[in-house]
């Protein structure tokens, strides 16, 4: 479908163009978390639009990824320091240095037990965080695949995309994995969401949203916008899924009949990246040129 007005997309300033805002996630606090990942800093951005910048140790840490956690807390990745980084809701920040070096952490997700599972883009390895900070690396069965978005399916299982091995992974948190290569070459997976039935994911190089069941069936819906670079995506309900449009610079939306809608944003060339379900029942999306946009549905 052409690109709608209705509902109308709001734009908030949280930042300057340099810092880069990426992840965004909604926190136990009722406010919306996000990663400054070219500042090294994190925000945190009320409903009302007060907006707090919080610093990090190392203004090279380049945080990515941010989700809330079963503690409470934060959790978010550190993909230059290869760190996985919490911040409590009173802003209280830490890290924790991962065992393997150079290992470019990205995707971050809290797992049906208890902690948290990140993926390691440079090491072709899932890890798991308890909360207490104890790390334990699981090899995956492949070379330069590039583990990006992970996400706790339905069954129990993470779920994870390949970008560069062009896959859909599955890990159990005994570490068992399975490889689901995706019908069309040269995909690009990057985000990876749980509708609660079954896991959609976002095509990024071919223009595509997927999705995937548990038992591994795999459709795919080419964007009416091929160029459009989907980068992340989360479901709102069962079968309505919203993601971003980083090149293009829109809000997708698609339901389970494959139907997609899509929403200009108010600045072009916004840069949408990150993008999430917000304590309003909007979504909102961090635009990395320095807002943050929010859609409501």
Not at 49 to 67: F, K, N, Q, R, Y
Not at 79 to 89: A, L, P, Q
Not at 135 to 155: C, H, K, N
Not at 210 to 233: M, N, Q, W
Request: with cysteine.
């Amino acid at each position: 479908m052409p690109p709608s007005d209705v509902p109308a997309a709001t734009e908030i300033r949280v930042a300057d163009k340099e810092a880069g805002p990426y992840g965004i996630a909604a926190g136990p606090d009722g406010a919306l978390w996000l990663t400054l990942v070219h500042a090294g800093r994190l925000a945190r951005l009320t409903l009302d639009g007060e907006v707090e910048e919080l610093p990090l140790d190392s203004p090279d840490s380049a945080p990515m990824v941010i989700t809330p956690g079963p503690d409470g807390a934060l959790w978010f990745t550190r993909s230059r320091d290869h760190r996985i980084g919490r911040v409590t809701t009173d802003g209280e920040a830490g890290s924790f240095l991962l065992p393997t070096p150079g290992s470019g952490p990205y995707g971050i997700t809290a797992g049906p037990d208890g902690a948290m599972w990140f993926t390691q883009m440079n090491t072709d390895r899932i890890g798991r965080i308890t909360v207490e900070g104890e790390i334990t690396e699981f090899a995956l069965p492949v070379t330069g695949g590039f583990p990006s978005a992970i996400t706790t399916g339905p069954d129990g299982a993470l779920w994870f995309t390949l970008n560069q091995a062009h896959a859909i992974g599955r890990i159990t948190v005994d570490g068992e994995t399975v490889i689901h290569p995706l019908p069309t070459p040269n995909a690009g997976p990057v985000g990876i969401t749980s509708d609660g039935t079954a896991l959609w994911f976002v095509e990024i190089a071919a223009g595509q949203i997927g999705t995937i069941s548990v038992d591994g069936v795999i459709r795919e819906f080419p964007l009416p916008d091929r160029t459009a670079k989907p980068h992340a995506i989360v479901a709102a309900r069962t079968g309505d899924c919203w993601f971003t449009e980083w090149g293009a610079g829109r809000i997708g939306r698609i339901v389970a009949s494959g139907e997609f809608t899509a929403y200009d944003l108010p600045s072009p060339s916004s840069e949408p990246h990150g993008i999430t379900l917000g304590p309003d029942g909007a979504l909102w999306a961090a635009l990395e040129t320095g807002g943050v946009a929010r859609v409501a549905p």
